[in-house]
């Protein structure tokens, strides 16, 4: 087993930065200045551990983390954090393509209501990508 030398702040500090270059520094930075007492916690809990422990590993590909929690998402039909990912997913060199046929294949594994949702959050994101680019 490796374990790692990082300290917490290291950590938080590689997950901001690996946040900011997925999810996109206006929409981190926004997420991280709304959030109140309460939700700080989380915020910084997903900060250090998703995105710097996880996301900040050689494992898998930013792409295909990516395709996977596009995948996962749609299965828990959890749509405001699909839109987010979508959007991340093309900062990570997803194609409109590789996210159609990701949907797809998540349909017939979760059901077509969740996936016909998931097309429509995901159309929305693409326009509005491609309107902010």
Excluded: C
């Amino acid at each position: 087993m490796t374990v790692s030398n990082e300290t917490h702040q290291e950590t938080f500090d590689q997950g901001l930065r690996v946040r900011r270059e997925v999810l996109g520094a206006e929409h981190v930075d926004r997420s991280l200045a709304q959030a109140s007492e309460f939700a700080r916690p989380i915020q910084e809990l997903v900060t250090e551990y998703v995105w710097g422990g996880v996301w900040g590993r050689d494992g898998l590909s930013r792409k295909t983390r990516s395709l996977v929690n596009l995948a996962m998402l749609t299965a828990l039909n959890r749509s405001h954090e699909l839109g987010v990912h979508v959007r991340g997913a093309l900062n990570n060199g997803v194609t409109v393509e590789e996210i159609q046929e990701v949907l797809l294949q998540a349909a017939v594994y979760v059901g077509a209501p969740a996936a016909l949702e998931s097309f429509r959050v995901a159309e929305r994101a693409l326009k509005e990508y491609e309107k902010n680019a």
